[in-house]
């Protein structure tokens, strides 16, 4: 069965500082994609960041970006220079490449220190 | 374009009781899943509809039933609810067309609460 699991369910990072939050992964699947979602205290849940299993490219979206280590089943997601409006639940999402079920690990609770 | 909206969006239930939620998705988009978001088990998945069609189902007990329209909107219910049954659910929609890894867009939520 697939898994994904956050290790860290809180994390901080000061204003304009980089943070990284982990996230791994279990699957015998060879065509997934993995995500990112922001889910700020409003609840809104947005998409942060997607991969695609088959690009060994690192996906990259303005501050934010991830380092997939497939082999290592690991996908970590950066965010540089940190602004306030990062504060929010982070979760880290993963889909077999033939549905859109989203496996999700618990979530990681970031805050930005001004 | 107007984004995933659910009604309602709080909701108070007693056990025993049935309920249901809806679910419009984005305009164009014929694809609508369901989640149960809850602070012991976090995001759980629900099921999927495409076309009125129930594609993908979670592990959650028959109480748990949904329907998708012509128009795409969907419906869920859960009947005989229990206090567990507690929670955020969100709806999430998605283009038909591109690969089946693409945006999913969520909606506000409804939060279920059981007393």
């Known amino acids: 069965a697939q898994t994904v699991t956050q290790s860290q369910p809180e994390m901080s990072v000061q204003e304009a500082e980089t943070v990284t939050l982990s996230c791994t992964y279990d699957?015998?699947?060879?065509?997934?994609?993995l995500f990112w979602y922001k889910q700020p205290p409003s609840r809104q849940m947005i998409l942060v960041i997607r991969?695609?299993?088959?690009k060994q490219q690192n996906a990259t979206e303005n501050r934010f970006s991830v380092n997939f280590q497939k082999a290592a089943k690991s996908f970590s997601l950066k965010i540089s220079d940190s602004q306030l409006g990062d504060a929010a639940m982070y979760f880290c999402?993963?889909?077999?490449?033939?549905?859109?079920?989203?496996?999700w690990g618990l979530g990681t609770s970031l805050a930005v220190n001004p | 374009k107007a984004g995933v909206t659910q009604t309602p969006r709080y909701l108070i239930k007693t056990r025993g009781q049935q309920v249901t939620l809806s679910c419009s998705p984005i305009?164009?988009?014929?694809?609508v899943s369901w989640y149960q978001q809850t602070p012991g088990q976090g995001l759980q998945f629900l099921f999927e509809?495409?076309?009125?069609?129930?594609?993908n189902k979670g592990n959650f007990p028959g109480r748990f039933s949904g329907r998708q329209f012509s128009n795409s909107r969907s419906e869920m219910n859960v009947s005989t609810l229990e206090l567990g049954d507690s929670a955020l659910y969100l709806c999430?929609?998605?283009?038909?067309?591109?690969?089946?890894?693409?945006?999913?867009?969520f909606g506000p939520g409804t939060r279920l609460t059981v007393t």
């Open positions: 999430a929609s998605s283009s038909s067309t591109g690969p089946l890894g693409g945006e999913q867009y």
């Open positions: 305009s164009g988009h014929r694809s």
């Open positions: 509809y495409f076309s009125e069609t129930q594609r």
């Open positions: 699957t015998s699947e060879s065509d997934y994609y």
């Open positions: 991969q695609e299993a088959y």
């Open positions: 999402a993963y889909s077999a490449g033939n549905n859109r079920k989203l496996i």
